[in-house]
């Protein structure tokens, strides 16, 4: 009788086994992590000039052994820096509420790019103004980009089946929207433009520019 008390209970959860092997990944997957969060506080708190190894395993107390098992070279800490800001600015992006318009969707869009590379600078710049020289975009970190711009990409596309963007590639129509907005971020990130006023307003006159070139005017909503 107890044994059928016992027995007639519902049985406990059985309980998920971590292998050792699964357990030193993931201890490795969570210090590296961390890692990059020391790197990108130092960036932004310093620039791309303090992000070295000796700093950021000051950073860490910890050797700088530890870093170059991890990374590597310097170039492989930057490389997860980039794919960090990708990941920072991909939440900007998906965070802005969708709009039936399609031009004000796209102007909220370009507006989170903009507060990106001002109020994320350190980020911006080794993104796509060259801080770390000796880093080179690889193909898994230009699909970071590709990923932290789908928004923009994905509202281009739907445009374009729309008939409601001139330009029928994709790629081009982003890119012709891509590089003017950069230009006027990258501009006024070198010390070109005066103030962030007169970069904002350039900023503004230049999206004007870019929706008035690929909008289809009959179509526009």
């Known amino acids: 009788m107890k044994d059928k008390d016992i027995h007639s209970g519902s049985a406990e959860p059985a309980h998920t086994v971590t292998t050792f092997q699964e357990a030193r990944l993931q201890h490795s997957d969570n210090l590296r992590q961390n890692v990059v969060h020391a790197a990108a506080a130092l960036l932004q708190e310093h620039g791309p000039e303090a992000v070295t190894v000796r700093r950021v395993a000051e950073r860490m107390e910890c050797s700088t052994k530890i870093i170059y098992n991890l990374f590597g070279k310097k170039e492989g800490l930057a490389?997860?820096?980039?794919?960090?800001?990708?990941?920072?600015?991909?939440q900007?992006?998906?965070?802005?509420?969708?709009?039936?318009?399609?031009?004000?969707y796209f102007r909220d869009l370009a507006y989170v790019y903009w507060d990106f590379g001002i109020a994320q600078s350190s980020f911006y710049q080794l993104?796509?103004?060259g801080s770390f020289s000796e880093f080179k975009p690889d193909?898994?970190?230009?699909q970071g980009t590709a990923t932290a711009l789908k928004q923009v990409s994905g509202l281009v596309e739907s445009?374009?089946?729309?008939g409601m963007?001139?330009?029928?590639?994709?790629?081009?129509?982003v890119r012709m929207i891509w590089a003017?907005?950069?230009?006027?971020?990258?501009?006024?990130?070198?010390?070109?433009?005066?103030?962030e006023d007169a970069a904002k307003t350039?900023?503004?006159?230049?999206?004007?520019?870019?929706?008035?070139?690929?909008?289809?005017?009959?179509?526009?909503?």
Request: aromatic share 8%; proline share 4%.
């Open 127 to 129: 993104m796509f103004g």
């Open 159 to 162: 445009a374009i089946e729309q």
């Open 180 to 195: 003017p907005l950069h230009g006027v971020i990258h501009l006024y990130l070198g010390g070109h433009i005066e103030n």
């Open 202 to 221: 350039l900023y503004d006159h230049t999206l004007s520019m870019v929706i008035g070139s690929l909008v289809n005017k009959s179509a526009k909503g």
């Open 139 to 142: 193909g898994e970190t230009l």
């Open 79 to 90: 490389k997860h820096l980039y794919l960090e800001g990708c990941s920072v600015m991909a």
């Open 92 to 104: 900007h992006f998906e965070a802005v509420p969708r709009q039936a318009s399609f031009e004000q």
């Open 165 to 173: 963007i001139q330009v029928q590639d994709p790629l081009l129509a």
